[in-house]
């Protein structure tokens, strides 16, 4: 399948800060890209749409304010979390998709950011 | 009623049985589906994806769709205890957007 990265893999940081959370499509160009927030037990929620050139598109209930996402190129997605606080600590995922035009649209994932904010 | 629905598990079968994972989703308008494999402290990894009415097969795993009822399965067998993991249903719906059921806990025992 298709090579998604991500980097860092983890960071702790202090109440307050902000984060910055790279995506890559390392094998493909996605003009598409997810991001995607988990909390220990439950299951994947999709945060916003990532698209090149253009502004996110933000699920409901998502500040985009305090997540702030870039997708300068390609290749290349970032979701900042602004003035981070402990309930924002979470294992964060981005997803490429590699377009086909249709419905057949296959997504894939990165490794995962786990973010602890202390 | 949620968007997708599956049985939270755990599933447990024995080493070599056949493992059947089910989901129910609510979006008729869906037409590609998805299973995902995660495991613990993992992200999501693809498995299956199937489009059309009937079964898919790859390997030991087989995906089943079925419009008119609004289900998909995935069938695997000859389980091995490395399968042990939390299954993901996810349809794609609006926007070819992934909603993704609660997922099923499956253990495979040696």
């Known amino acids: 399948g298709a090579v998604v990265s991500q980097h860092p893999s983890r960071v702790i940081c202090k109440s307050g800060t902000s984060v910055k959370i790279e995506c890559r499509s390392l094998d493909f160009q996605a003009t598409t890209m997810f991001w995607y927030r988990q909390f220990p037990k439950q299951s994947l929620m999709l945060m916003a749409t990532s698209n090149e050139g253009s502004k996110a598109t933000y699920e409901q209930g998502v500040e985009k304010d305090k997540f702030l996402i870039n997708h300068a190129s390609l290749t290349l997605s970032t979701l900042t979390v602004t003035s981070a606080h402990p309930e924002d600590s979470s294992f964060y995922i981005c997803?490429?998709?590699?377009?086909?035009?249709?419905?057949?649209?296959?997504?894939?994932f990165g490794p995962g950011t786990r973010l602890l904010v202390l | 009623q949620k968007e997708v629905e599956q049985n939270s598990g755990p599933l447990s079968v024995p080493e070599g049985a056949i493992a059947s994972l089910n989901c129910t989703y609510s979006d008729r308008v869906s037409q590609s589906f998805f299973w995902y494999r995660q495991y613990s402290g993992k992200s999501p990894e693809l498995i299956m994806s199937?489009?059309?009415?009937g079964d898919k097969e790859d390997g030991r795993f087989t995906a089943q769709l079925n419009k008119a009822s609004q289900y998909v399965s995935l069938l695997i067998r000859d389980s091995q205890p490395s399968d042990s993991a939390t299954y993901l249903c996810a349809p794609s719906g609006y926007g070819n957007k992934l909603v993704f059921g609660a997922g099923t806990i499956l253990r495979v025992k040696s």
């Open positions: 997803s490429a998709r590699i377009p086909s035009g249709g419905t057949q649209e296959t997504q894939y």
């Open positions: 199937i489009y059309s009415n």
